[in-house]
């Protein structure tokens, strides 16, 4: 018999849409809850992304996967309704869009927990519910712009401002927004009262950036912005060895000096002019970075270069592509990638859950459902609504099914 799932029982209503709030509802899917994701007419945009596998697109995949698919038209009077009727019958309700939308539409805190007192309603948004900023449109891009993370990359790695190629903030959010809901949870079982969890993207950033703290102490103090950390991962040399194999050490070398001087078997070093102390070894550190990058051109085997560095108990890693987990021992040996295509499909790898419990289980069940799969299911189990009754709403329209091509 399997081990339970931690979130059996939760039933959630998925109003998000793109990635913040997705990954959020994936991550409770994966613990267990019976997530319903609502979507538009013309489905959640990141139905039109490439590739797709099956007719069904990948990115939508990874972001949905478990979930139950239903399709409403929320333009229409009687959208509305039935999505107010699933509401008023779930644990949590999750929602990004922006702060009045869904209060327009009868669907906002106010109304849904005045028909179900004890729901968890999440919603995630750039700025929040309140304050001047709450109505302005902010997607991960302009988080990254806004919260200092572009800029501190640029000035960092001494390079131009460039945009992030993972959509940190979304995915940030979504993390915080699950550990919120859970706590919620956990307080309703004590209080048997919901609430409104009000996440903002903005926040979560400023909280995911960890030198935030640093940033605002020495922007008052007056301090030095160019003071080199131990914990800094822009301080950290990128080296390449003699096959052309890209390899990464983390850690400050004007701190690790000693270390390095160790792995090399070159103590003399520690008695140069130029690296004798850690100012000097500030001063000279592209002369530093040159030691280290001739050091590494020796090796022409990657699995040889982490033994020497291990000996002084450095760290290293090898730059892959993110196809390359595919092949890697860990991947196959601790089971971080589960295949849910299917005889139409083939195989479609998504990341399982980074979730072992030792008396519960979690991960990517299921398929990846196409757009208002789950309709019938969804409104015969939870709205006790016969054949005749859902054959009328999709005849107006309320109802959408669009099976993959």
């Keep these: 018999m399997s081990a339970p799932r931690p979130l059996a029982g939760v039933r959630l209503l998925d109003l998000s849409g793109v990635l913040s709030g997705p990954s959020c509802g994936k991550a409770l899917a994966d613990l267990g809850a019976d997530v319903i994701k609502v979507e538009p007419p013309e489905g959640d945009l990141t139905r039109t992304a490439q590739p797709r596998v099956g007719g069904l697109p990948v990115y939508f995949a990874q972001q949905n996967c478990g979930k139950r698919c239903v399709s409403v038209d929320l333009g229409l009077d009687a959208g509305r309704a039935l999505v107010a009727d699933l509401a008023a019958s779930c644990d949590v309700v999750l929602e990004n869009f922006r702060p009045g939308v869904l209060d327009r539409l009868g669907l906002g805190y106010a109304a849904i927990s005045a028909r179900n007192p004890s729901v968890v309603y999440c919603s995630i948004t750039g700025y929040g519910q309140d304050g001047s900023m709450a109505g302005r449109r902010a997607y991960a891009p302009v988080m990254h712009a806004e919260l200092g993370l572009m800029e501190f990359s640029a000035r960092k790695l001494h390079a131009e401002p460039r945009q992030e190629a993972v959509s940190h903030a979304d995915l940030h959010a979504g993390a915080q927004a699950t550990i919120g809901i859970i706590a919620a949870l956990y307080q309703r079982e004590h209080t048997g009262e919901g609430q409104h969890l009000d996440v903002s993207m903005a926040e979560v950033m400023l909280q995911a950036t960890?030198?935030?703290?640093?940033?605002?102490?020495?922007?008052?103090?007056?301090?030095?912005?160019?003071?080199?950390h131990i914990f800094g991962s822009f301080n950290a040399p990128v080296l390449r060895l003699g096959d052309g194999t890209v390899v990464h050490v983390p850690g400050d070398p004007v701190?690790?000096?000693?270390?390095?001087?160790?792995?090399?078997?070159?103590?003399?070093?520690?008695?140069?002019?130029?690296?004798?102390?850690?100012?000097?070894?500030?001063?000279?550190?592209?002369?530093?970075?040159?030691?280290?990058?001739?050091?590494?051109?020796?090796?022409?085997?990657f699995d040889d270069f982490e033994v020497a560095l291990g000996k002084a108990r450095l760290a290293v890693g090898q730059m892959r592509a993110l196809s390359d987990v595919l092949d890697a021992d860990w991947v196959r040996e601790r089971g971080a990638l589960v295949d849910v295509g299917d005889e139409h499909s083939g195989p479609l790898q998504l990341p399982r859950s980074p979730f072992r419990f030792s008396a519960a289980t979690a991960g990517t069940t299921g398929r990846p459902a196409w757009q208002g799969q789950h309709n019938r299911e969804v409104l015969r189990e939870l709205l006790d609504l016969h054949d005749d009754a859902i054959d009328v709403l999709e005849r107006d329209g309320v109802l959408v099914q669009r099976p993959p091509s």
Excluded at 210 to 228: Q, R
Excluded at 255 to 280: K, T, V
Aim: hydrophobic fraction near 40%; charge should be negative; include cysteine.
């Design 210 to 228: 960890e030198w935030t703290a640093v940033e605002l102490a020495t922007a008052t103090t007056g301090g030095s912005d160019d003071l080199l």
């Design 255 to 301: 701190s690790s000096f000693p270390a390095w001087c160790a792995a090399m078997q070159r103590p003399e070093l520690l008695e140069d002019e130029r690296f004798s102390s850690r100012a000097a070894r500030h001063a000279h550190r592209e002369e530093m970075f040159d030691v280290f990058e001739e050091f590494a051109s020796t090796f022409s085997r």
